[in-house]
């Protein structure tokens, strides 16, 4: 599975849009990008999972550039809940989920 | 809809003593898998499992930890004899099937210290 790249810590103020940056230039063409989180002392949560299109659920939006080499995702009005280590991960659909450091994420009042 | 159960939450031992974590998955999940977190990094994975049958296991110190899954559903993950380093949180995860590009569901974890 292709190695991901995140900044290690962002910081963004409640009610604004948080971008988390994510490199992953070595990607192949059957490696999905997925994005987790983990909230202090709970197990981590799927956020959403992208090939190609850009895709949106209740949560998120993930924005995957053309040639797959990056992608971010927004979460379009962050509260403090939000708060969080966020992870992305390039997997197959029978790949490892292979988590590196993420980003941690503050949501200051 | 009931998520991923975990016991116990907390437990304390001394090294070289044993312990074992149960983890139930969410109903008609077939996919089963055990994480190691050590504070400070992200999780690793140690074994998966597709029913009863295991799928992964290069990750696990399998000198000392053992892990099983009788009957497809319940899990349990054993430490025999334990070390200073096996001090983690270890989380449990399930997906409907692997092998596409679904989600897995995780547990609040079980955090093992180990004096």
């Known amino acids: 599975d292709a190695k991901t790249t995140q900044p290690t810590s962002m910081d963004c103020a409640e009610g604004r849009a948080a971008n988390l940056p994510c490199n992953h230039s070595t990607i192949s063409g059957n490696e999905y990008v997925y994005w987790y989180r983990q909230i202090h002392s709970q197990g981590p949560q799927y956020i959403i999972h992208?090939?190609?299109n850009n895709e949106t659920n209740e949560m998120a939006s993930l924005i995957i550039t053309e040639d797959r080499k990056s992608s971010t995702l927004i979460l379009p009005h962050a509260t403090l809940r939000d708060t969080a280590v966020y992870y992305c991960?390039?997997?197959?659909?029978?790949?490892?989920?292979?988590f590196g450091q993420g980003t941690i994420l503050t949501v200051h009042p | 809809e009931a998520g991923v159960a975990q016991s116990p939450r907390y437990k304390i031992i001394e090294k070289r003593q044993s312990v074992a974590f149960w983890c139930n998955p969410i109903s008609g999940h077939a996919t089963l898998y055990w994480y190691q977190q050590i504070l400070g990094q992200g999780p690793k994975l140690l074994i998966q499992f597709q029913n009863n049958g295991v799928v992964d296991d290069s990750q696990l110190p399998k000198d000392r930890f053992s892990a099983e899954r009788l009957k497809g559903v319940d899990s349990t993950l054993k430490i025999q004899p334990a070390k200073l380093e096996d001090s983690a949180v270890y989380l449990c995860?399930?997906?409907?099937?692997?092998?596409?590009?679904?989600?897995?569901?995780f547990g609040p974890g079980t955090r093992l210290t180990v004096l």
């Open positions: 992208g090939l190609k």
């Open positions: 991960i390039a997997r197959t659909s029978y790949g490892k989920l292979t």
């Open positions: 995860a399930s997906s409907l099937v692997a092998g596409r590009p679904n989600e897995q569901f």
